[in-house]
Each structure stands twice: as structure tokens, then as C-alpha cells.
């Protein structure tokens, strides 16, 4: 599969596996996708971003958003109303457990300390590998041949989690992408 991205598809993952690596993570995550797309200029999907309002560097609102995601334990904000909808206030149980744990503890596969006998690079975790996957199927659909970083971002916004919704909130969805993309009456990316 990996023979068929783009020059700027295997920067996104590159730029992913980079993310989880400065932020300690043990794997690479949807997640490390994201911020890694946020990096990228001139490309495809940088474009697409820049149409809907997302203009490289200013997206540090949306990689705020994502950090806080990742403080609460990779929950969206979607689970933590279904949360208080039960009657549990999310942000007290984070708070409680960063008081006897320390700040991040809940943060989804950060590690603490050094990396240890392992220095080589960050294996995927199932959600990035799912996308990676879901990227080639968005890339069949459209019957396009190689798969650039337009096709991860889309798969990104089709999946449900914590990056669809995040970008959702800036008015990045999977038709807003699909519209600036491929026409429909707009601006095509190129």
C-alpha cells in the first residue's frame, strides 16, 4: 500500500511518527495523523485546509484542542456529555487523578520516564492503522491511483473520534473537504 502515497502522504506519516516521538508516546496515533497534516504546506490537503479557514500556523487552536483531548484520556467532548449525561463530571475525575498522579496522567499512551531499552520508532496503534487502511479504501472510491495527503485528511474527518470532531468544530468535514477537493461549484484544489 505504501507504494502508492504521495511524496506528501509519506511526509504526513513520517511527520506523525515524529509527533509521538517529541511527545513521548509509545505508539502513533490518529491523532499524530492530524498534527502531522497541520505541518504540511504547499500540498493537497494543506490547501484544502487553508480553503476552510485553517491557514498554516494558524492551527494552534486545533492542536490545543487535541492536547486536551489527549489530558482527558483520548475521550471527545461527545463522551464526556455522555458522561455527564449519566451524572459524572469528566473534568473532576481528570482533576482528582492529576492530583495524586500528576499533570497528563490519563494522557492516552504517554509514557513517563525514558524510553528504555527501545530506541527505534513508534509502531502504530490500531486507530492509526485503521485510518491508514480507511485512507486506501477513500483513495479506491474516488478511483484515484496513488493515495496523496487529501485522502488521509478525508478519512480523518470520516472516522468518528477526537480528530473528526475537533475539525468539525473549525468546519472541516467530510463534505466541506469533499466540495473544496474535487469542484462541486468551488475552488478545486490542485
Not at 527505534?120 to 479504501?137: I, M, Q
Not at 479506491?140 to 495527503?149: H, P, W
Request: hydrophobic share 40%.
Amino acid at each position: 500500500m505504501f507504494e502508492r502515497f504521495t511524496k506528501d502522504a509519506r511526509a504526513v506519516v513520517e511527520g506523525a511518527v515524529g509527533h509521538a516521538e517529541r511527545e513521548g508516546a509509545e505508539r502513533v496515533e490518529e491523532t499524530h495523523m492530524l498534527l502531522a497534516l497541520l505541518d504540511r504546506e504547499g500540498s493537497r490537503g494543506s490547501f484544502a485546509l487553508a480553503s476552510l479557514g485553517l491557514p498554516p500556523g494558524g492551527r494552534d487552536g486545533l492542536a490545543g484542542e487535541l492536547a486536551e483531548a489527549r489530558r482527558r484520556g483520548g475521550l471527545s467532548r461527545a463522551d464526556a456529555d455522555a458522561l455527564s449525561g449519566l451524572g459524572i463530571d469528566l473534568s473532576d475525575i481528570v482533576s482528582r487523578v492529576e492530583e495524586v498522579h500528576g499533570e497528563g496522567a490519563l494522557a492516552a499512551g504517554a509514557r513517563s520516564g525514558a524510553l528504555g531499552w527501545w530506541s527505534g520508532r513508534r509502531p502504530f496503534g490500531r486507530g492509526a492503522k485503521d485510518l491508514l487502511v480507511e485512507t486506501l479504501r477513500v483513495a479506491v472510491a474516488r478511483r484515484e491511483r496513488s493515495i496523496g495527503d487529501e485522502h488521509i485528511l478525508l478519512a480523518l474527518v470520516a472516522r468518528p473520534g477526537v480528530p473528526a470532531e475537533a475539525l468539525a468544530d473549525h468546519g472541516v468535514t467530510y463534505a466541506s473537504l469533499t466540495r473544496v477537493l474535487y469542484g462541486e461549484g468551488r475552488a478545486k484544489a490542485g
